[in-house]
């Protein structure tokens, strides 16, 4: 009788595979928290109290330098809860299923996008909307 060893790996992931993925998502959200530290100074570095200068135009350099300075920690932000959910999926055992239908959604997709929590076509249905 053949005795034929069934691990449950309902993504095709292999334990190994998963624990490089889920290093990477959090080495990347250490990357990206340090980021925001940075931004974050920098955001409040530009509050302290100018004076009362008249230059409009580098009122406005700097208004700009503050707006994008805060889309950018804005930005990180939603990367690091991005992954930190694909981390909470891959401890959970659902990483690499879709959201949506409950289909894998493709190892290649993941590692290209390995936040991805869509398969192909739920992504492209979502985006028509
Ligand atoms: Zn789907």
């Known amino acids: 009788m053949a005795a034929v060893t069934q691990t449950a790996t309902p993504s095709m992931w292999s334990e190994q595979e998963l624990a490089e993925v889920r290093e990477s998502l959090q080495r990347e959200i250490d990357e990206l928290n340090a980021d925001i530290l940075r931004h974050e100074t920098e955001i409040a570095s530009g509050d302290v109290t100018q004076g009362a200068g008249d230059d409009q135009a580098d009122a406005g350099a700097k208004t700009y330098e503050r707006e994008r300075e ?52 739920c992504k492209q249905r979502e985006e028509r909307r």
């Open 70 to 121: 805060i889309a950018l920690t804005l930005n990180a932000r939603d990367l690091v809860a991005q992954n930190e959910r694909a981390i909470a999926r891959i401890d959970a055992g659902t990483y690499g299923v879709c959201e949506s239908c409950q289909k894998p959604i493709g190892k290649e997709r993941l590692q290209a996008f390995p936040r991805a929590t869509l398969c192909v076509t």
